[in-house]
């Protein structure tokens, strides 16, 4: 076999960054950060979100956005959205 051909796998703290929880799985991602967990120094990459956040997993109807994409289309498209109609008042003649 080849050396050098698979990445290194080693244990990594991910960051749950709405609800800090840390999980630690094998992982070969590549990381320049660091994390204490339970009294060890571990690889850490930070997740925006993860099944202790998310509304599926958690049964919470509140969605989570943390990058303000809901509150960016509202404000784009809310001065779009059609106006309703005056109704127009129709003016009978007397028939003669």
């Given amino acids: ?3 050098n ?3 290194e796998y080693r244990d990594v703290c991910f960051v749950d960054m709405s609800s ?3 999980y630690l799985c094998g ?4 990381t320049s950060q660091t994390v204490e967990y ?3 120094t571990y690889p850490c990459v930070k997740v925006s ?3 202790s956040s998310h509304p599926f997993f958690t049964g919470d109807s ?9 509150d960016k ?4 498209y809310a001065a779009k959205a059609p106006q309703p109609k005056k109704e127009i008042e129709k003016v009978s003649k007397k028939s003669k």
């Fill in 1 to 3: 076999m080849k050396e």
């Fill in 5 to 7: 051909t698979h990445p």
């Fill in 20 to 22: 800090g929880k840390k």
């Fill in 27 to 30: 992982s070969s991602v590549k």
């Fill in 38 to 40: 339970e009294g060890k």
């Fill in 49 to 51: 979100i993860s099944s």
């Fill in 62 to 70: 509140t969605f989570v956005d943390s990058e303000g994409r809901v």
């Fill in 73 to 76: 289309f509202l404000k784009r």
